[in-house]
């Protein structure tokens, strides 16, 4: 099970944080990918840590401004919003793949644990 948390509105330039709390997961053996969805478009990968191989991925809109980190005592993955803008408006979810490396980028098909997702609104 995947409870996301840490969504709300904030303005343009602004920062959230997303956190990601896995319970009843063998958690070494998963990746944790955060995804989201925007009204009227496609669910798209944002970003990825795997505790299989330490790998990260970051899609191009979001480098340089958010960043995935881990508690493994929490056995919780966060992801850092920076600099929002408009466009990152979206449902944002994580969801968990076994035995998945990041290096491929994000393939939500491989991805069978899913989160209820959490609202993040950037507006002035």
């Known amino acids: 099970q995947l409870v996301e948390s840490g969504g709300g509105l904030v303005q343009p330039g602004g920062s959230l944080r997303l956190s990601c709390a896995a319970s009843?997961?063998?958690?070494?053996?998963?990746?944790i990918g955060w995804f989201r969805q925007a009204p009227g478009k496609e669910r798209e990968g944002v970003s990825c840590?795997?505790?299989?191989?330490?790998?990260?991925y970051y899609r191009d809109s979001v480098k340089g401004r958010f960043t995935v980190s881990r508690d493994d005592a929490r056995h919780t993955v966060y992801l850092q919003l920076d600099s929002l803008k408009p466009e990152d408006t979206a449902v944002y979810y994580c969801?968990?793949?076994?035995?998945?490396?990041?290096?491929?980028?994000?393939?939500?098909?491989?991805?069978?644990?899913w989160g209820q997702g959490t609202q993040v609104t950037v507006s002035s």
């Open positions: 969801a968990a793949a076994r035995d998945y490396t990041c290096l491929s980028g994000l393939h939500p098909g491989l991805f069978g644990s």
């Open positions: 009843g997961v063998t958690y070494n053996y998963y990746a």
């Open positions: 840590l795997s505790r299989v191989d330490g790998s990260t």
